[in-house]
């Protein structure tokens, strides 16, 4: 995993095991690996995954089982979904149009450029 220096790493690990939920990778019920498993795979400290699963945990979007690990929450994707959607208008949106105005380029332009990349 690539992490960039403007977010914290923990939290890039959350954003990254959201997209693994959202992707189907860990379906809802289902087990996560173990916090020791996961921070080899992503080759970080434990504590940093453990740092990870637990604010994943108080978002609701997974939840520990005493001594089994930590599963994917019933309603995670959706839950998922709705943070980012949120997250989208309220971060990403308003600087893509700012970039848009400083840039000139027209909603037309935007539309068309996204005809061409689908």
Not at 13 to 21: L, P
Not at 35 to 47: I, L, M, T
Not at 61 to 84: C, D, H, P, T, W
Request: glycine share 8%; proline share 3%.
């Amino acid at each position: 995993m690539q992490f960039k220096d403007h977010k914290p790493i923990f939290l890039q690990i959350a954003e990254h095991i959201c997209d693994e939920i959202l992707g189907g990778k860990y379906p809802e019920g289902e087990r996560l690996p173990s916090v020791r498993e996961y921070a080899a795979e992503v080759e970080v400290n434990v504590n940093t995954v453990v740092r990870s699963f637990e604010w994943l945990s108080q978002k609701g979007i997974i939840f520990n089982k005493r001594g089994m690990g930590y599963f994917a929450s019933q309603g995670a994707k959706e839950s998922v979904r709705e943070s980012l959607r949120e997250a989208f208008f309220q971060e990403t949106l308003p600087e893509f149009v700012g970039q848009m105005q400083k840039l000139g380029i027209t909603v037309e332009e935007v539309e068309q450029a996204m005809n061409t990349q689908s």
